[in-house]
């Protein structure tokens, strides 16, 4: 709430108390998985905030804290596909601060291992239509990397696959405006880039 009202200071110093509990909580239960998850997702909250406010080295430290924990967690239960989820999650958080730090180099490595993460969950479970939408949008942040760095082809490689498993799901699930709007998005990237390609 303080967030959507602007007061971020406020909304940091709230998220921070949560987290400072939480510290707490998996200090005194270290194999306390739930407490370990309830840490990175505080961490991550927090860093949110950071963007926000203009802080990026400090959101990006707190973005990898988060992700430290959600990669000890899947090393320590590689068949929990919440745990891998977690840790794509976190991947991409830190590659969109790398973009706007313009790092598009090592923005491209992380958001690749976040899609990595996501493509094996989607194949592993082909019916969890809200893993084949996390497919669809690291496939869409990939394209607009690719069209960062001057590599039309792949960016439009990334951005017709994403097309092309967001119109399944909207044909299939007609009445979810987000996904809809998804497809629009994918669609006007699409013709950015065709435009791109004529003014060359």
């Known amino acids: 709430i303080l967030v959507a009202q602007g007061k971020l200071d406020a909304a940091g110093d709230a998220f921070q108390a ?3 509990i939480r510290e707490r909580l998996a200090k005194d239960d270290p194999g306390n998985a739930g407490w370990q998850r309830d840490l990175s997702v505080s961490r991550n ?3 949110a905030v950071l963007v926000v406010q203009g802080k990026l080295d400090a959101a990006r430290d707190a973005f990898q804290s988060s992700l430290d924990i959600a990669d000890r967690l899947t090393r320590d239960d590689p068949g929990n ?3 891998q989820r977690d840790l794509s999650i976190s991947h ?7 973009v706007a730090l313009g790092k598009l180099d090592a923005a491209r490595e ?3 291992a976040s899609h990595d993460i996501f493509q094996r969950l989607a194949c592993g479970d082909p019916r969890n239509v809200e893993w084949r939408r996390d497919v669809a949008i690291s496939n869409a942040k990939l394209g607009k990397l690719f069209q960062a760095i001057e590599r039309p082809d792949d960016a439009r490689t990334a951005f017709s696959t994403a097309r092309e498993i967001m ?3 909207v044909a299939r699930f007609p009445g ?6 998804d497809l629009r998005n994918l669609e006007a990237l699409l013709a950015e880039l065709s435009d791109e390609g004529v003014r060359d």
């Open 18 to 20: 949560s987290l400072d």
């Open 45 to 47: 909250k927090i860093g």
């Open 81 to 83: 596909a919440g745990w």
């Open 92 to 98: 991409t958080k830190i590659g969109d601060v790398l």
């Open 110 to 112: 992380v958001f690749q």
């Open 167 to 169: 119109a399944d799901l």
């Open 176 to 181: 979810f405006a987000q996904w809809k709007q």
